[in-house]
């Protein structure tokens, strides 16, 4: 049964060493900007191992930003073997000044975009009834953002945690590259709209960002001088919630930030950076070939199909602007199986810690998290559909096709586990009713050749009015497994992790870079 919605200091501290401090890419698509001519650009005065005196500890003044950035351009011309056409702006401002100046960041949503993302958070499990899946992202990255490029202006903004817009130069690394990224590729063409599509493609543009700023955090303070905070969480300045405002949202967007890195990293040290820039001709189109590199460029998604077979009182929800059905992925099904981790603060879990942490010791600065899970692996292709009835009340159809039956089998054993988490009883062989928690309702699920049908409506007897095959008790049996997994209380490495975490979280490591 679900226990009370709280995630425990120590797990989301663990969370935070692995997803706060990242910095979030491109709010806006644009169009390439136009190579500047002339003289040799005035930030190539600076060398890479230039040294700059300045005095951080109330900001950097206009002289002191420009040496820094300057030089920063340089070393990551050196870093990634690329060559910068033009400087963009650069803002330094706090997080109470960001949260107050760029509320909404990315634009308000459409309803019928809104209630399309309501849905699919709820299929997930990571967004129930009582709130509302578009405000949570924007709370999350109100509380996460480290800074952004925002390619309509051209312009970079870094945010300080504490009360003192305190530049972090790692992160200024980050955002330059995404304006280089913009300039050479024009990160416009860049627009997958599934969930799925998204986040794989995020994971050439962000993992390529994060590689490149990780790669330049390792030479500060052996072969360079850079300019980053104090440890402000020992000083006590540091101002932000103990928790997001949904954490598994928040797991979910930060995917192609841990496993990005890693994908790009693979190219590179094996093919070099031409091969990392022709990515960019062909970016991945699943979170599957991302989490797994030998899945790239082969493994293709399976186009799966669902009819609409709807009652009178629904309609199809059709977002704006966008396709009318979604793709979520494999790491979408890996978030949704690991968010009971979280919200029962390690007491419960379908994926455990021990499967869900990567190390034992101090988290790497990518790849954290381990979203190649046992239930999503296997994934082929999904297709996902909205309802929504006269009243309000949301449905769906969320069609998922596997390799093989064996691992459909595998994916229904942990469903299983994760509707009795949310509080689901099965009241017949093929269908479950939830009564409380956020996720009330009826799911129907079926299986068939290694293809799995989930159907949720807010009664049994709704549920072919969503989808007229979702008949309860007209399919197999679907088995959950017998056997009984421990719960987590973060005994051994997790505590070692956490306490790692801490210094992490203190030097802005897991607030996002866009």
Avoid at 63 to 86: H, T, Y
Avoid at 168 to 193: C, F, K, S, T, V
Avoid at 206 to 218: F, H, M, N, T
Avoid at 365 to 372: D, R, S, T, W
């Amino acid at each position: 049964m679900r226990r009370p919605a709280a995630v425990s200091a120590v797990l989301f501290v663990v969370l935070a060493a692995a997803v706060l401090g990242v910095a979030v890419g491109p709010m806006v698509a644009s169009d390439p900007v136009e190579a500047q001519s002339g003289s040799e650009p005035d930030w190539r005065e600076y060398d890479a191992d230039a040294e700059i005196e300045v005095d951080d500890a109330d900001g950097l003044d206009d002289d002191e930003l420009e040496a820094v950035v300057s030089r920063a351009m340089v070393r990551v011309e050196e870093i990634r073997g690329v060559e910068f056409e033009e400087r963009p702006s650069v803002t330094v401002v706090t997080r109470a000044e960001f949260q107050e100046e760029y509320d909404g960041l990315g634009g308000e949503p459409t309803d019928g975009n809104a209630t399309f993302q309501n849905a699919k958070y709820r299929a997930l499990f990571l967004a129930g009834d009582d709130q509302d899946a578009t405000d949570a992202r924007s709370e999350n990255q109100g509380t996460s953002v480290a800074g952004f490029y925002a390619p309509s202006t051209g312009g970079i903004v870094i945010v300080a945690d504490g009360d003192r817009p305190r530049m972090n130069e790692p992160i200024l690394a980050h955002e330059l590259y995404h304006a280089y990224q913009d300039g050479r590729w024009g990160l416009a063409n860049y627009d997958a709209a599934t969930q799925d599509g998204r986040n794989a493609q995020l994971g050439l543009i962000e993992g390529d960002a994060v590689y490149v700023e990780s790669l330049y955090e390792r030479r500060c303070g052996e072969e360079w001088d850079c300019v980053i905070p104090a440890d402000d969480a020992e000083t006590g300045e540091v101002d932000r919630p103990s928790q997001p405002a949904n954490v598994g949202i928040l797991l979910l967007d930060f995917q192609p930030y841990d496993d990005g890195p890693a994908f790009v990293e693979t190219i590179h040290e094996t093919e070099g950076w031409d091969a990392v820039n022709a990515l960019y001709d062909a970016p991945p189109e699943t979170t599957e070939q991302v989490i797994s590199p030998e899945a790239y460029p082969d493994d293709e998604p399976r186009e799966v199909a669902v009819e609409d077979d709807h009652g009178e009182r629904w309609e199809r929800v059709r977002p704006d602007g966008r396709p009318d059905h979604g793709r979520l992925g494999m790491a979408a099904i890996t978030t949704a199986f690991v968010h009971p981790l979280y919200d029962s603060g390690g007491e419960e879990s379908v994926i455990p810690a021990d499967d869900w942490f990567t190390s034992e010791g101090e988290p790497p600065p990518y790849g954290a998290l381990n979203y190649e899970s046992e239930y999503a692996t296997g994934w082929d292709g999904d297709r996902f559909h909205a309802y929504q009835r006269e009243d309000g009340r949301l449905g769906y159809v969320w069609r998922i096709a596997w390799d093989s039956p064996a691992d459909a089998e595998t994916f229904l054993e942990g469903f299983d586990e994760l509707l009795a988490y949310w509080g689901g009883e099965r009241v017949e062989s093929d269908t479950y009713v939830v009564d409380e928690g956020g996720y009330e309702g009826a799911y129907h699920v079926e299986s068939e050749d290694g293809v799995v049908t989930i159907t949720h409506a807010p009664t049994v007897d709704a549920l072919t009015e969503v989808y007229a095959d979702a008949d309860p008790g007209s399919g197999d049996p679907v088995d959950g497994g017998d056997e009984e997994k421990p719960t987590d209380e973060l005994p051994g490495f997790r505590i070692t992790v956490a306490v790692a975490v801490v210094a992490l979280l203190a030097a802005g490591y897991f607030v996002v870079r866009r």
